[in-house]
Nanobody, 122 residues
Framework: QVQLVESGGGLVQAGGSLRLSCASSGYTFRSYYMVWFRQAPGKEREFVAVISYYGGNTDYVDSVKGRFTISRDNAKNTVALQMNSLKPEDTAVYYC???????????????WGKGTLVTVSS
C-alpha cells in the first residue's frame, strides 16, 4: 500500500523557518520525481518544488527561489522541504507527491500525501 506522510508543518512568524518532511512507502521511491505542492485557502493547488530521481536536479516556483530547498534521501525514502525567510503568503497546506513522468504537473502525479498545514503570521 502506497503511503506518503507529510510532517513538520506549524505556525511560524514571518521571517522564520520550517522544515517539512515526507516519508514514503509502498513504491520504488528512487524511480519517482518527488514534488511539493501547496494550496492556500481559496486558491488552486500549485507547484512549489521538484527533485529528480537521484537529487541531481531541482526546480522551484519563482516565488520561493532562494528561500526554499528541496532534498531527498533515497536510503530512507524521504523528501524534505527546507523553508526559510517565510512570508505570510506562504501560508498553505503543503502536499508531497510522486510522479514517474512529470516534474510539475498536478494532474500527472501518481501518488499524494494528505498534506501538512503551514501558517505564517505577520
Amino acid at each position: 500500500q502506497v503511503q506518503l506522510v507529510e510532517s513538520g508543518g506549524g505556525l511560524v512568524q514571518a521571517g522564520g523557518s520550517l522544515r517539512l518532511s515526507c516519508a514514503s512507502s509502498g513504491y520504488t521511491f528512487r524511480s519517482y520525481y518527488m514534488v511539493w505542492f501547496r494550496q492556500a485557502p481559496g486558491k488552486e493547488r500549485e507547484f512549489v518544488a521538484v527533485i529528480s530521481y537521484y537529487g541531481g536536479n531541482t526546480d522551484y516556483v519563482d516565488s520561493v527561489k532562494g528561500r526554499f530547498t528541496i532534498s531527498r534521501d533515497n536510503a530512507k525514502n524521504t523528501v524534505a522541504l527546507q523553508m526559510n525567510s517565510l512570508k505570510p503568503e506562504d501560508t498553505a497546506v503543503y502536499y508531497c507527491a510522486a510522479s514517474k513522468t512529470s516534474r510539475r504537473y498536478r494532474d500527472a502525479m501518481d501518488y499524494w500525501g494528505k498534506g501538512t498545514l503551514v501558517t505564517v503570521s505577520s
